[in-house]
């Protein structure tokens, strides 16, 4: 099968296989919304490759994500990366026994968003330094650009949210919270469940960044119910969030989605064909427009401007 030959002519040029591993190594492939991954099996054990996506060298730095999926592995929270290349390669090792999550699992097992919660605020405490700094309206403006070189149209009224956040803007910049290590792109299938631990894979667009984002958007992508919502904050925090993180992970709830439209409509343009990225681009706009327009979302952004009272 062509997809095969591709995977082997990628791994003869790893140099970590040897001819006779590659006569034996039996090759599947795994899920993903831009790249191409394979589950790799030879007498040298099993492996996870990545190979990247037509196009994804336009908004992803590779050089960062492989510092951030080196820091991830030594905190434990990211399966060790054995090979790195410059043109966005990875080969890792496989997590034995794992059960990548899905919104429905999420949602179907409270104890898996209880599992998610910890691993995330342990990324957050990890100590770990990014070598990117996950600034959202930076990134909005970048991925602008990049669209602006494609034939695709923004959803209407995108540009009159986007001036809209600007109260957002101010409210964030008004309390700054310290920055800490962030997977920023959290995905219910960049979550991998085993009996010993919940890990999180793909360092893409991950960096340094304030920790609430990493909640906010985990949220939105596993589609969690208010009741797992609820444990997910229980859970993250440990004790009662005061109403400026409460806000803080509102409003990232909205601003995720702001961000991901965007870039759901450069895949449309780069033809990826993983899903119906206009239709992705659309639920994505339309969600947050809701919650944006939502009678709570200024009280939120007051409780954000106003920050944690001594």
Excluded at 11 to 31: I, K
Excluded at 184 to 206: G, H, K, Q
Excluded at 239 to 265: F, H, N, Q, S
Aim: hydrophobic share 40%.
């Amino acid at each position: 099968m062509q997809f095969k030959d591709e995977a082997l002519r990628v791994l003869r040029s790893l140099n970590y296989y040897s001819a006779d591993d590659l006569a034996q190594v039996s090759l599947e492939r795994l899920g993903g919304q831009t790249n191409k991954v394979y589950m790799v099996t030879s007498p040298r054990g099993r492996h996870v490759l990545r190979i990247p996506g037509k196009g994804t060298e336009e908004y992803i730095n590779r050089g960062v994500e492989v510092v951030a999926a080196r820091a991830a592995s030594k905190a434990e929270i990211s399966p060790k990366l054995i090979v790195s290349l410059e043109n966005g390669v990875l080969l890792s090792e496989a997590i034995e026994a794992g059960e990548t999550m899905t919104p429905a699992k999420f949602n179907e097992s409270p104890a898996k968003v209880k599992r998610a919660a910890e691993t995330l605020r342990a990324l957050h405490c990890s100590g770990a330094t990014f070598d990117f700094r996950f600034e959202l309206f930076s990134m909005i403006d970048e991925y602008l650009k990049v669209l602006g070189t494609k034939d695709v149209n923004l959803p209407e009224g995108y540009h009159r949210a986007l001036d809209a956040a600007e109260s957002v803007r101010q409210a964030l910049n008004a309390r700054p919270l310290p920055l800490a290590p962030c997977h920023c792109d959290p995905l219910a299938e960049n979550f991998i469940d085993t009996p010993a631990r919940m890990w999180m894979v793909d360092w893409e667009y991950s960096g340094m960044n304030d920790p609430l984002w990493d909640l906010g958007d985990f949220a939105v992508e596993a589609e969690l119910t208010r009741d797992n919502e609820i444990l997910l904050i229980a859970s993250y925090f440990q004790t009662e969030p005061t109403p400026a993180e409460l806000g803080r992970y509102v409003i990232y709830k909205a601003m995720c989605d702001l961000l991901w439209t965007i870039w759901g409509l450069i895949q449309l343009a780069n033809k990826n064909p993983a899903e119906d990225f206009q239709a992705y681009a659309l639920r994505r706009f339309g969600r947050c427009r809701a919650l944006m327009e939502s009678n709570d979302f200024v009280d939120h952004l007051q409780n954000v401007s106003v920050g944690n009272p001594p």
